[in-house]
């Protein structure tokens, strides 16, 4: 599942439909995200295209989540809802200069200069664990009663939340926006 570009100019367009002026961002932008507010409820979830298969798929899922009872069915509250489970974590490793430039770059601290060295080992950037975010969707079970007439009537019984799947996400790609606003399901 696409959870990088795309996925961001799908809340790009989504802003712009609302007319709202503020700028999106993304997580390492401190601009956007300064850590003040939980992560979890600034985070934009990735865009997913769902269709009538994940929906089936989810379906089966959650019927096999329950004991379900000759007359009871489980209907679900469509597209499923994403939430930030964790935010995961990346770093940098630190530039070592070759034997070669171990000196130059002891006097300037300035590693852009050996980036073409083939000898000297550059800055990395280190996904060690991708975001992960759960899609889940409420169910409602229902069974069928009859009344005092003999007359078929519908009753929900019970309500339960039922994860759907979990995608993961490069931590850089974690979208910003404000909750609220017609942007947050």
Known sequence: MDTGPSSTQYWIDRAAEINYTDDLGHKGDEDYYDGRNPI???????HIAWNEADRAMALK????SRDLQPGQWIELDWPPTGHLWTPG?????????CVTHSD???????ETEFEDCDDCRQRERIVESPAEWTFSVRGSIYEVRFDSQGCERDREIDEDS???CMVEQDPANILIGPPGNGFRD
């Open 40 to 46: 979890e409820d600034v985070a934009l979830a990735p």
């Open 104 to 110: 130059a770059y002891n006097e300037r601290g300035d």
């Open 61 to 64: 899922k959650a019927a096999e």
């Open 89 to 97: 974590y990346v770093y940098w490793t630190e530039f070592e200069s």
């Open 162 to 164: 039922f994860e759907v």
